[in-house]
C-alpha cells in the first residue's frame, strides 16, 4: 500500500554499470533495512546506524502506559524522575525488511555527494513496484501484494518533547522504517519496503520485467 502520489516520477542513483544493466536487463538490488546500518561498508551519506531504530525523550507523566496501550513497540522503557520532572525514555526498533530506496527530487549534487555518476528515471512507479514485488513474490522473498512506498519523513532524534508532543508525534509519523535524522533531509528520499516471514535474508538482485516501459536512464 502507498500513501504516495505514484503518477509522479521517481529517481534511482546509482553506478553507471549498475544502471547499464538494470535498463539493459532488468536486475536491480533490492536492500534490506538493517544492512544500511553499516556506516563502514557504505560511508556516512548512505549509512546509518540509527536506521529504523530510534530513543525517544518524552517529559510527563503516563506517556509510555499511552504509548503501549497504543499499540507501539517499546523496549528499553525507562522512567527518570528529578527535580519533579519525569522524563521517559525508551527505543523503537523496527523489524528487518526489503527496502528499495529511490528519491522524489532530482538533485545531481546529491547524488555526486552519496557517490553515484548515473541516475534512472522510474518514470512509471505503479508498473515498477508491481513488476518488482511480483518477481519478488515468485523469489519467495515476500508474501504481501504490494509494497509499502511512502516518502522518509526527517526527525530530531536527540530532542526531549513534552508529554502532549508525545503524543502528536506519535500519531502524526509514519512508521519507524521511514523516519530518518534530519541531517539526511536533502535526499528527499523514497522508501519501498517489503514485509517477509524470512527469518534471515539478505539483500537480493531482483529481475524486473518490462523495465523499459517504466524506466529510463538519464544520466
Keep these: 500500500m502507498s500513501t504516495l502520489d505514484l503518477t509522479a516520477p521517481l529517481y534511482k542513483y546509482t553506478k553507471s554499470h549498475h544502471a547499464d544493466r538494470m535498463m539493459a ?16 561498508r557504505h560511508g556516512p551519506e548512505i549509512g546509518d546506524d540509527m536506521e529504523g531504530k530510534r530513543q525517544l525523550r518524552f517529559q510527563g507523566d503516563g506517556v509510555i502506559k499511552h504509548f503501549r496501550a497504543g499499540g507501539l513497540t517499546i523496549t528499553n522503557a ?26 522524489h527530487e532530482l538533485d545531481e549534487v546529491s547524488m555526486r555527494k552519496m557517490g553515484y555518476d548515473a ?13 518488482v514485488t511480483a518477481s519478488m513474490t515468485r523469489m519467495g522473498l515476500t ?22 508532543d508525545a503524543r502528536k508525534d506519535h500519531g502524526t509519523l509514519p512508521s519507524i522504517e521511514f523516519q530518518k535524522d534530519e541531517r539526511f533531509d536533502h535526499q528527499k528520499e523514497v522508501r519501498a519496503i517489503w514485509n517477509t516471514r524470512l527469518k534471515d535474508f539478505k539483500p537480493e538482485l531482483v529481475k524486473v520485467q518490462r523495465i523499459k516501459e517504466s524506466c529510463e536512464r538519464i544520466i
Design 25 to 40: 536487463e532488468g536486475w536491480i538490488r533490492v536492500g534490506t533495512l538493517y544492512e544500511y546500518r553499516d556506516i563502514e
Design 78 to 103: 525507562r522512567v527518570i524522575n528529578s527535580g519533579g520532572r519525569t522524563l521517559n525514555i525508551f527505543a523503537q526498533n523496527s523489524p528487518d525488511s526489503f527496502m528499495f530506496c529511490c528519491t
Design 119 to 131: 541516475c534512472v528515471c522510474i518514470s512509471n512507479p505503479t508498473l515498477f513496484f508491481a513488476e
Design 143 to 164: 508474501t504481501v501484494s504490494e509494497a509499502l512506498i511512502n516518502k522518509v519523513v526527517y526527525v530530531s532524534k536527540n530532542d526531549v518533547l513534552s508529554g502532549t
